[in-house]
Structures are given as structure tokens and as C-alpha cells.
């Protein structure tokens, strides 16, 4: 009987150190899990700490790649482009500069490579000047109708640039395309001149336009050539017809080449002293 009871108590002691043990157990499980969990959290935020605000990764090289020495300056002018020296690189919204550089004129397109830790590379390509624009002052564009800026030294034009006027100067702005789709149908124009026979080309001084008139073509000698707004490509080829059949457009005043069926114009005799109206039929 009492080795019954001794047994008993035995058994009981040693359950009773069983749940002790796991007791024990799952206290220090938890003391570690709580340390892992500290350690984590406050690596991870030393860490991210070392990633986006140590001076390690600001940046403090910036490379150029695609620009002439004039639009380099520009751009290291600009205030986007300054304001990227010591931001983290990490930081750097990529698309949102590259479209802010994107509006600098001259520059066409950008695209900017993070070289950790502490260097990005600009990949830029700028606006070619093609057509000048004159609306109180002359303005360069490019093919596209991008405003790249007034007509400076700085921008070197190609041999025998097109002249554009007329256009709305309230319209014009630099750094930005011209809204309205009389650009468009200037460039198209002078494409249109520059790729057909017409044997006057160099002599074009200006290509304007009037809202009630439509386009006209302006030459050294002073000749006006009313193309109006519709069917310009017959128009220039009655132009080509015209020049050849009174032998250029030295003693030309005026000829308009809106009418269907017949060419009207006016000559001036060659010491200046008489006007002579006249007109081609086309029949």
C-alpha cells in the first residue's frame, strides 16, 4: 500500500517536472523568437537607414552621353538636373526625370542609367533646327513642331533652312510644340516644292499664310505666289508651269494659282515703270 502511494507521488513529481520543462521550453522559444524579431525589425531599419539616407548612394557623378557642348550647358543649367546632385539614387524617379529633361529644349529624348552607388548616366539625342519660323522674331523648329528656341548663334541652321510666317505668335512657345495644324502644313508644303521639278526652289525667300488667303509662297524678287489652302500640289504644279512660261519670276508682282481654269498675274516692265496684268489659260 504505501509503495502504491510512494509510486503514485513519484509519478506525479515527475509530471509535474514534465510541464515545468515544456513550460521552460516554450518560454525560452518565445524569448528567441522575440529576439529573432527584434533583431529583424532593427536590422531592417538600420538597413533601410544604410540604403536610403547614408551618403554611400548620393549621388555625386553625373555622365552626359549624345549632346553637343551648347545643349550640355542647357541642361546643366536646369534645375532638374541640379537638383539630382546628392539625392539618393535609390530615390531617383527615372520617368518622371527623364520626361521633365524631355521638355528642355533642345533635347528630344532621354534615358537615364543608375550606376550604384553613387553615379547615373544621361543617354540624350537633342532636336535638329529645320525650319525657321518668323513671327516678329525667328524661332527655330524641328520637324516635329517643337519650338527649340530663337535663332541664335548657338543653333546652327542646315544649309538653305525653309522660312515660315504668319503663324499666330501668341501660339509659339519655347520648349513646346506649335498646337495649331498650320505647322504641319507648312513643313508639307516645303517637302512637296523640295521634292518636284519646280525650277525657282532657291528662290523662295518665305512661305506665309493667311487665314483668308490660305499660303503663299514669297520670292527674292518679291514675286507672290498665292497657293491658297486646298489642292496645293496642283498649285505648285501650275507654280513650275508659270515660271517657265514667262521665264522665271524676275519681273513677277503677283500670280494666283487659285483659279482652275486660268492662271492670273502681274508683270512689271524691266525698268519698273509699267505694270502689266495678264493671265494663262489652263484649258
Known amino acids: 500500500m504505501r509503495k502504491n502511494k510512494f509510486s503514485i507521488s513519484l509519478e506525479s513529481h515527475k509530471t509535474r517536472l514534465k510541464k515545468i520543462r515544456s513550460l521552460l521550453n516554450l518560454t525560452l522559444k518565445l524569448m528567441l523568437l522575440i529576439i529573432l524579431l527584434c533583431a529583424f525589425y532593427f536590422g531592417e531599419r538600420a538597413l533601410l537607414f544604410f540604403l536610403f539616407n547614408s551618403s554611400y548612394f548620393a549621388i555625386?557623378?553625373?555622365?552626359?552621353?549624345?549632346?553637343?557642348?551648347?545643349?550640355?550647358?542647357?541642361?546643366?543649367?536646369?534645375?532638374?538636373?541640379?537638383?539630382?546632385?546628392w539625392q539618393n539614387l535609390f530615390l531617383v524617379d527615372r520617368k518622371c526625370t527623364e520626361e521633365v529633361l524631355e521638355s528642355i529644349p533642345p533635347i528630344k529624348s532621354v534615358r537615364i542609367k543608375k550606376r550604384f552607388p553613387e553615379e547615373i548616366s544621361i543617354f540624350a539625342s537633342e532636336r535638329s533646327p529645320e525650319i525657321i519660323v518668323s513671327a516678329g522674331k525667328f524661332?527655330?523648329?524641328?520637324?516635329?513642331?517643337?519650338?527649340?528656341?530663337?535663332?541664335?548663334?548657338?543653333?546652327?541652321?542646315p544649309d538653305e533652312a525653309p522660312i515660315?510666317?504668319?503663324?499666330?505668335?501668341?501660339?509659339i512657345r519655347i520648349g513646346r510644340k506649335f498646337p495649331e495644324n498650320t505647322f504641319k502644313e507648312g513643313r508639307k508644303i516645303f517637302w512637296i516644292i523640295?521634292?518636284?521639278?519646280?525650277?525657282?526652289?532657291?528662290?523662295?525667300?518665305?512661305?506665309?499664310?493667311?487665314?483668308?488667303?490660305?499660303?503663299s509662297f514669297f520670292f527674292n524678287g518679291g514675286a507672290e505666289i498665292r497657293l491658297g489652302k486646298n489642292n496645293i500640289i496642283s498649285h505648285i504644279s501650275k507654280m513650275d508651269f508659270l515660271y517657265q512660261t514667262i521665264n522665271g519670276f524676275q519681273n513677277l508682282l503677283y500670280?494666283?494659282?487659285?483659279?482652275?481654269?486660268?492662271i492670273p498675274y502681274r508683270l512689271v516692265s524691266k525698268d519698273n515703270s509699267v505694270e502689266i496684268n495678264n493671265k494663262i489659260s489652263m484649258k
Open 194 to 215: 523640295q521634292h518636284s521639278d519646280f525650277k525657282g526652289t532657291k528662290e523662295i525667300s518665305n512661305l506665309h499664310y493667311d487665314e483668308k488667303i490660305g499660303w
Open 255 to 262: 500670280a494666283d494659282l487659285r483659279f482652275e481654269n486660268q
Open 139 to 157: 524661332y527655330w523648329f524641328d520637324e516635329e513642331g517643337f519650338c527649340i528656341g530663337k535663332l541664335t548663334k548657338g543653333l546652327i541652321p
Open 164 to 171: 515660315i510666317s504668319g503663324l499666330n505668335p501668341l501660339k
Open 60 to 85: 555625386k557623378k553625373i555622365e552626359i552621353y549624345g549632346l553637343s557642348d551648347t545643349s550640355k550647358i542647357k541642361l546643366k543649367e536646369h534645375k532638374e538636373f541640379q537638383h539630382l546632385y
